[in-house]
């Protein structure tokens, strides 16, 4: 999969079917989409709301953006400061619905102190 994304064309002339690995790509994140469909908030509370995707959209965004763009040992430590923060002030305040928003509190103040993230890189501009 990784070699299709990067070049399709020198895939295809070392010999991997690219259609076939598109079918297998396709049916892997339809199945992938449905356990978390059947295991994801929804299931577990018996009803959907329209905002129910906003927190884990806000974790999401500032761990990656916390942890430095294309860095995966930047995204483990970002997840564990978010985790446990959003935790501890859930914890301490009880106000859960909150933890989104403290979420990207944490990321903006990272964000003040080190622009590229954690453990981002610095890139050079040609």
Partial sequence: MRAVAQDREMAMLVGINTR????LTIGLSSAIAAVAGIFGPAATSGQAEPG???TPLA???SIVILGGLGSIKGTFVACLIVGYSTNAFTALTARSFL???VALAI???VMLIRPR???GKR???E
């Fill in 123 to 125: 890139v050079e501009l």
């Fill in 52 to 54: 129910m995707w906003l």
């Fill in 59 to 61: 974790f999401a965004f």
């Fill in 20 to 23: 076939r690995l598109y079918m």
């Fill in 99 to 101: 933890a989104g928003p």
């Fill in 107 to 109: 990321m903006v103040i």
């Fill in 117 to 119: 993230g954690i453990f």
